[in-house]
């Protein structure tokens, strides 16, 4: 029988500050963190790769470097008592079998550093680690680094001071005793922030659906990374909705762009989604209505009805809905407006994937869009209509707003939810 020696793999990661000479507000510090294979060991294959800064950290990643793509060296420089330096790392096991940690060893800091510093070395999520906890093949965990100021901290303009810290990891083939990482759960709720970046980069605008033959500008799904929560579903999926409009704007136009513009929002809604976080999406207030009519018949015939839009009955053929209620009152409900801006900070209109039917009289009635206004409002406006007994077309522009379901059971997330810090999918 091999001994327990020969089946395992040292990660160290080794912090070590060698000189602190804490002033007013100057620390200077260097760190490295490695991962070395010991000849005593058998080789497992972890690697430490993509290392990202957090937001706000005073370095930049440039300060980073990787060393033969398992040892990372930074040197950190923190001049103002409000500094602080963190980032993350991923520490992945590239082999067929899993593994756990059998051993965590961490150097304390003294009584008196303690006083100034402190550092923290986490999973992503600020969750601890433990002694047993699994990294399953081909799976990857990652860590968290943070150094700063204590949020109390009193500087000695003459302390000065130099100490060593370490820590480092022992890794073993998995056995019975290895439990699963229990990740802090996504405890979002209604008004929280998510940045959460989609996964298209651009997207071209299908005239034939529009019914508008100008040229478009091009859609950028990725501008769009701030989310707010409207709401968590009863099999803890979560609804949320962006913080702002698409920069472009999108024209329908006519009597095709009535037909189609509920199922064409949708389609560009689609190219939102996080395929990692996301399961669904739509326009906002998509609810099951027709997508594309393609009964035209009421379209064709003299008042088609004699009273505008306050059911769903006649929804099929065109006649309208009040499905998009639904959304409209989600938004209202967890954040207490329906108003957008752009990214210029700029109010914005954007489409509601919901139709509306309205009569005025037998020579003048109105196949309407729905749209919120710049101040917030609910509004509608045609796009074909019959005016003194004449079939007529126009066109009309807004921007999107998607709405995103995200998957259940997403932990291991950083940020508390706020807009200054917002839970971060990436």
Known sequence: MKSEKNNKTRVIMLFILLVIVIGYSYVNTKHKLSQKDN?????????????????????????????????????????????Y?????????????????????????TKEQEKYIEYS???????EIKTGDLLKAGKKETYRIMVKYKDNAVLD????????????????????????????????????????????????IDTSKTGYTNEQGVINPKELTLWRVIKINSDNTIDIVSENVSTAEVYFEGQTGYLNYVGYLNSLAKNYENNKYTIASRIVGFNNQTKYITNTSMFTIKVPWRYSTTTNDNESLGGGDILHISDINLINEALDTLKCNNLNQEAATYWIASRYYYYRNTNNYYWNYRYIDTNGREDFDNLY??????????????????????????????????????????
């Open 39 to 83: 000849s005593s060991y058998k080789k497992v294959s972890i690697k430490l790769e993509n290392i990202k800064m957090e937001k706000g950290s005073i370095q930049p990643l440039k300060d980073i470097e990787i060393k033969n793509n398992d040892e990372v060296d930074f040197n950190i420089d923190l001049k103002n008592i409000n500094d």
């Open 385 to 426: 209509y019959v005016r003194n007994a004449k079939f007529q077309s126009r066109a009309a522009k807004a921007s999107l707003r998607p709405i995103l379901t995200l998957k259940s059971g997403i932990s291991g997330i950083l940020g508390n939810g706020t807009k200054e810090d917002p839970y971060i999918l990436d």
């Open 121 to 127: 070395i986490t999973y992503n999520d600020n969750t």
């Open 157 to 204: 303009k003459n302390f000065e001071t130099k100490f060593f810290l370490s820590f480092s990891l022992d890794f073993v083939k998995a056995d019975s005793t290895a439990t699963e990482i229990k990740h802090k759960p996504f405890n979002v709720k209604t008004g929280d922030y998510i940045n959460m970046v989609p996964d298209t980069t651009t997207i071209p």
């Open 85 to 109: 330096y963190s980032f993350t790392i991923d520490v992945v096991n590239n082999e067929a079998k899993d593994i756990m940690l059998s051993h965590l060893y961490n150097t304390s800091l």
